[in-house]
């Protein structure tokens, strides 16, 4: 079975570009959240929402511009991740669209190698289009979810 292979990845937060020096992009994860249901022989659940979802990425080499953009914003941050490359014999293309307050976490100094920043987000607003294909299309502020292709 052939794997994904990534070919290129591109962050982009305020009017500062990184295609080099990603290190690794978690994608906001959606846990459900569920509610007991009481009162039956066999006990059961009812999903009821979601957790808050978050996501992160880390960056090698800082640049204080992209420190400075991703917190100026505030809850209107936007930032985008974009991944292109090989799902097998097929090309592919993911762009994850996130906006909210976002965290900066810097690495330790050290000589001789580059520092890290950490930029982890929670979304007020997301998107995920997979080769142009929907998967996630949420807007909290209005109330819209479209969570792996299921209207909410």
């Known amino acids: 079975m052939a794997g994904r292979v990534i ?3 591109k962050f982009v937060v305020g009017g500062v570009k990184v295609t080099n020096y990603i290190e690794d992009f978690e994608q906001p994860e959606f846990n459900k959240v569920y509610d007991k249901l009481n009162g039956s022989f066999v006990e059961s659940s009812e999903h009821v929402g979601f ?3 978050k996501w ?3 960056i090698k080499g800082i640049n204080a ?8 914003m ?3 941050t936007v930032c985008i991740f974009t991944e292109k ?7 592919y293309n993911s762009v994850h ?11 330790p100094s050290k000589m ?4 890290t920043i950490t930029l982890e987000g929670s979304i007020q607003r997301y998107s995920w289009l997979e080769n142009g294909t929907p998967i996630h299309d949420i807007d909290i502020p209005n109330g819209d979810y479209l969570i792996g292709g299921k209207k909410y």
């Open 7 to 9: 070919r290129a990845r």
């Open 51 to 53: 957790e808050e979802v």
């Open 56 to 58: 992160k990425i880390t």
């Open 65 to 72: 511009q992209i420190v400075r953009d991703a917190l100026t």
């Open 74 to 76: 505030g809850d209107e």
């Open 85 to 91: 490359g090989k799902d097998g014999s097929a090309d």
């Open 97 to 107: 669209t996130m906006t909210g307050e976002v965290s900066v976490k810097f690495s």
């Open 112 to 115: 001789k190698e580059r520092q």
